[in-house]
């Protein structure tokens, strides 16, 4: 059957404050910020598990996982070759109390490391010691899909170059590594459940001055609102595939307005002017997920070149509390 959806899922944390589950920690973290951010956060959790909803009425046997976050190699993707990894999604000492603890298929992994090495991906294993360490970038979204976890739906990880991700300059750098993943996924017997771990820009302005909330001033991430804006505008249009026009460079610093569209190849050539967009200022937006998202897009091209398939997209939200912008949306392949 192979790919049946693929899920964009934020890893910011404070997803987690708008968790209408939380314990005492959350209660007191969410006491710092204002009520806009705290709704802000409800609705990042609410879409977060209405988008697992959604993938879970797809039927995945397996999960692929991308992320930004774990285990990177310099110049090659990472493919970890653990059975089990486990982890929570402290940061700056919060949030320890969200864990994942999950089984890694270690048969699927080591044969996509194999398919992708001859087509000529760069690409090398990842095996560390005991269980593979999981953080933020790998919790957050796992929480959410944890139903699946649980039930014995194993999981593979693959993790992005450090240097390639951060260079990248065009969308066709990705297109190998999109079709070669595509190419394998798609001719699986199981069903696929393909997930991007990732946030928009960084570098929006905030009005919370908690530190926990706020960028470390070591990182040199200076606000660039607008800039922030048109990138955030434009990876939203990319998965809405609307028609791409170069003047539309600002709109609402939220979109909570669900949308659902017939993701075909007319949407897709729309879409890659809004992500080519979305990858020239890149370099000021700072956004951890771009290379994810090119990727998938190149994933998702190949997969409609079969005859008679296309994809629905459902956007969920576009939301940033605080200096990092975050999107929640998935896309179903039609029956």
Known sequence: MGIVSCLILP??????????NGGSPTTERVK???ESQRRDCNALFAACSKAAELARATSPDVIVLNTPHGMSLSRTVGVYLNTTAKGNAEWNGQWTEFEVDIALDTDLSTKLLDHLQSDGVAAEGI???????LRWGEVIPLYFLQDFTKAGVKVVITGNPIKTRRDFETLSKTTLLGRSMANFLGG????????????LSHTHESDCQFPLYQPDPRWNMPPAPDTALLFDLAVENWVKGVTFSAEHTMGPVK???????????AAAKEAAQWLTKAIAVKDTALSCGIYGFAVLHHMLVAEMEKPCTSFTSHFLCRLAPTYYGMMVAIFIKDQ
């Open 11 to 20: 890893h910011g944390a404070m997803t987690f404050d708008g968790n209408p």
């Open 32 to 34: 710092v910020i204002s």
């Open 127 to 133: 095996f560390a010691f005991a269980e593979a360490p």
């Open 188 to 199: 699986l017997d199981q069903r696929v459940l393909y997930v991007v771990s990732g946030d």
């Open 255 to 265: 979109s909570l307005e669900e949308k659902q569209v017939e993701w075909d190849g």
